[in-house]
């Protein structure tokens, strides 16, 4: 490959590519799943990588959902600096609850688009096309989903237009991905997958498995074509349910509704997105608009101690610990532990999609999740702390 200088892309500076470079992203990947995948004999190639190139546990943005993540992976950057702090919020400026998933709400650009501005050659591949225009946001590049894949993008991964609900929509990012790396070895390729089956299945449960099995043959085939692998997880999973398999549930805005008075406060939960069948829109994390005059700080305490509750902050304290934009979140943040989620309104989740158990995420019980590469990494200073969102800095600037 050419050589060329190095680049800073938010504040950080990135070596160009040495060899063509793999980031996958893996959606909902609890660190569990590739013990369980190897410990079964189905992952080879993870097996392998986990002795010879090297494995960190990093930590994911809070609130531990899908775009916030993948967008701090693409910029290298938090919320703060992004803006994408959920897949939904409430617009103060519009005054209305929308999605969050088009470009003019990003506030940074990407590694990406830096890079192919700068001549790399960047591919991107994403299961869902939610998250496709904002990690295609300024790239001059190949950028597409399995959701909306045309006839020649369904043809290269050798595969019929999955369902959005499916193993199969992830599996076409690594198909896609494998055969797109062989004919045309972009420089910087980014894969990202949904988080489908980790909702449904728990670790070393058989389609958990066999979806490692499954990814695990397309890392190997994209290792052979000569590809460094950087692969992490966007965040964790859960289960969030009690011994009967009835989801764990703090009705938030009916809770609110009660002390307040009917739609007095406003919960919002960033998880909201087109596709809540197999979660129900229920998560982990939820941020409250108060009423005028309300005391916040007393109302934190109240919800703090609600059972289930594992944070109940201000605003300004949450964003501050979470890297988050204040002028995106409610006046509370509100964080539930590892068993239990937070809804709105019991009348506003239609549970009657949920065929399996809930397991979900957004809380710092999801915060973990692997960072796994198959080239050793050197130089990281001692006790650093290392997020999801350092991957291109490992991968470009301290692999050997
Ligand atoms: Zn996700
Ligand atoms: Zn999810």
Not at 86 to 107: C, I, Q
Not at 222 to 231: D, R, T
Not at 346 to 354: A, C, I, M, Y
């Amino acid at each position: 490959m050419e050589k060329r200088p190095s680049l800073e892309v938010n504040g950080r500076r990135y070596r160009w590519p040495r060899e063509p470079l793999v980031v996958v992203c893996v959606d909902g990947s609890e660190g569990a799943y590739v013990d369980q995948a190897v410990r079964a004999g189905v992952a080879p190639w993870f097996a392998r990588t986990l002795k010879q190139g090297a494995a960190f546990v990093a930590e994911c943005v809070v609130p531990s959902f899908t775009n916030p993540n993948n967008l701090s992976i693409v910029t290298g950057a938090p919320p703060a600096l992004h803006g994408i702090c959920g897949n939904y919020f409430y617009d103060r400026e519009s005054g209305a609850e929308v999605m969050m998933n088009d470009p003019k709400y990003l506030r940074a650009g990407t590694l990406l688009a830096a890079f192919a501005a700068a001549g790399a050659s960047v591919a991107v591949i994403t299961a869902k096309d939610k998250l496709r225009a904002l990690l295609g946001h300024g790239l001059a590049g190949e950028c597409f989903s399995a959701e909306k894949a045309n006839e020649a993008q369904l043809a290269l991964a050798g595969m019929a237009r999955p369902s959005v609900y499916s193993a199969e929509l992830s599996q076409f990012v690594f198909a896609a991905g494998a055969a797109l790396f062989e004919s045309r070895r972009p420089d910087l390729m980014y894969l990202s997958t949904t988080d489908y089956v980790q909702h449904k299945a728990a670790p070393g449960a058989p389609a958990a498995n066999a979806f490692y099995a499954m990814m695990d043959r397309y890392l190997a085939r994209l290792e052979a074509a000569g590809a460094a692998i950087a692969l992490t997880a966007d965040h964790g999973m859960n289960d969030k349910h009690g011994p009967d398999g009835s989801p764990n549930v703090i009705y938030l805005q009916d809770v609110l509704d009660g002390w307040l008075g009917k739609g007095a406060a406003r919960v919002i939960l960033p998880i909201t997105d087109p596709y809540v069948v197999h979660h129900g829109a229920l998560g982990s994390f939820a941020t409250a608009y108060l009423p005028a005059g309300a005391d916040a700080a007393a109302l934190a305490a109240r919800i703090a101690a609600l059972p289930g509750i594992e944070l109940a902050l201000e605003r300004a304290e949450a964003c501050r610990r979470f890297e988050l934009p204040e002028d995106r979140m409610g006046d509370l943040v509100l964080i539930s532990r590892r068993d239990t989620v937070i809804g709105t309104s019991v009348s506003r989740h239609d549970l009657s999609g949920l065929d399996a158990p809930l397991r979900s995420h957004g809380g710092v019980s999801e915060q973990k999740v692997p960072l796994i590469f198959n080239r050793r990494i050197q130089g990281l200073a001692p006790g650093r702390r290392l997020r999801n969102f350092d991957v291109f800095d490992l991968a470009l600037n301290h692999a050997e």
